[in-house]
């Protein structure tokens, strides 16, 4: 019987995993994964501001894997292409017949000085924990110190998670404010971003409503302002410095580092892949999802890495592995997308859809738009209870 290890259990991993066990029993999967559980990362964010809990963004792996999928929770070490073996932490190596290479991603500091010291990256459930934690200790602890910088955040970069981030950050301050007995005039949060515009993704007039919505909650942009070094308390750039105790460093991701402790050809720990998601001279290897770099075949330029794209990535990766199996030709990836929704907040946000005509949305008709895509997400890595438990 064939072999297939996937490695990851994010997006990517699970959903391919998902659909070899239903749609060819006959191929042995195993799945290896950090955690027992999956998180949905496009909601780290709420964790980290103390929205959600971690119970809400999770669920059990064992419970969403179908029953003829083994799975290993162990540490990825390095993948040995040429035995076809993983090296784990703490298992013995196992080989294989297929690869998935699904690790997904990790903060990126682009070599920024004292950014991993000092910012607070938000990438997987340990990392928000921290940071709601580091944000309510610091709150709390202004009522003895009476120090003004305990009272600032400052958000890097003005990406997704970021402007994520902000917007349940100005939802839940009040709460925050209340529960500390802090005074709300003197609190102060600032974003820094590189780059001239916020949310580059959307359209002008949706990424300008998301900066007018922030602004008017007490949030103020500095862009065009590259961060160069972050000290402790201090967020560094060619021309300023700004002054916070809370420093959330959301200024995009890499992928996992095994990817270059394997010997891959890479690029921020990114492999540039086939059409059809192999790797070159490696047919029976797929990279998917954060780790993969997946030209578009219309524009030569790679797709962004999305939850929506890994998803779309695993599809064609368990229908080219099946195709692989049967001797059949292998199908090219090519991803239409639904669009792109940003939360501000639960109950608001921006949206750009792209199903029946192009939907340009703002306001509070984002709120549900953005739970149908994150229950969609549920449903495609595991099932409707589980879904209905994470509501
Ligand atoms: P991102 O790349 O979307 O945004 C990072 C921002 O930080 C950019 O605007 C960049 O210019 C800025 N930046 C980088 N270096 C900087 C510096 N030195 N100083 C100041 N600013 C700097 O990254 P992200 O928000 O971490 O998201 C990571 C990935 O996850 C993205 O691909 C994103 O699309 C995806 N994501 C999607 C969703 C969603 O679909 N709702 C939510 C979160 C994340």
Known sequence: ?????????????????????????????????????????????????????????TFSLRQALPKNVDLIIDEVVKVD???????????????????????????ETFGIPGAEENGLPLIDIPTALAAREHLEKTLAHFNESHDPNDLRIIV?????????????????????????????DQIKIDCIEAMPKVLPMF?????????????????????????????PGVVESKESSFKANTIIWTTGVKGS????????????????????????????EFVIGDVSAVPDPDTGRMYPTTGQIAIA????????????????SLTDFKFHSLGTVCSLGPTNGVAEIFMMGHWKLKGHVVGPIKKLVNDRSVLELSDIKTMLESN
């Open 313 to 328: 990535q695993a599809d064609v990766a368990a229908r080219n592995i099946r195709a692989l199996v049967a001797g059949r």
């Open 257 to 284: 580092h095994v990817i270059a402790d394997s010997g891959y050809d890479q690029k921020r720990n990114r492999v540039v892949v086939q059409n059809n998601l192999s790797v070159k001279d490696h047919p029976n």
């Open 1 to 57: 019987m064939a072999s297939v290890l996937i490695l990851g259990a994010g997006y990517a991993g699970l959903r391919t995993a998902k659909l070899l066990a239903k749609h060819s029993p006959q191929l042995t999967v195993t799945v290896v994964n950090k955690n027992a559980y999956h998180y949905e990362s496009t909601q780290l964010h709420e964790v980290a501001v103390g929205t959600r809990e971690p119970a809400d963004i």
């Open 203 to 231: 359209s002008q007039d949706l990424a300008d409503y998301a900066v007018h919505y922030l602004e008017s909650h007490g949030v103020t942009f500095h862009t065009s302002t590259p961060i160069t070094a972050i000290n």
């Open 81 to 107: 292409r040429e035995k076809q073996q993983v090296e784990l932490a703490h298992h013995e190596p196992l080989s294989y017949d297929y690869l998935v290479n699904s690790l997904g991603f990790e903060s």
């Open 156 to 184: 890097c970069g003005a990406g997704f998670t970021s402007i994520e981030y902000l917007g349940d950050l100005v939802y839940h301050l009040p709460a925050l404010i209340n529960q500390y007995h802090l005074p709300a």
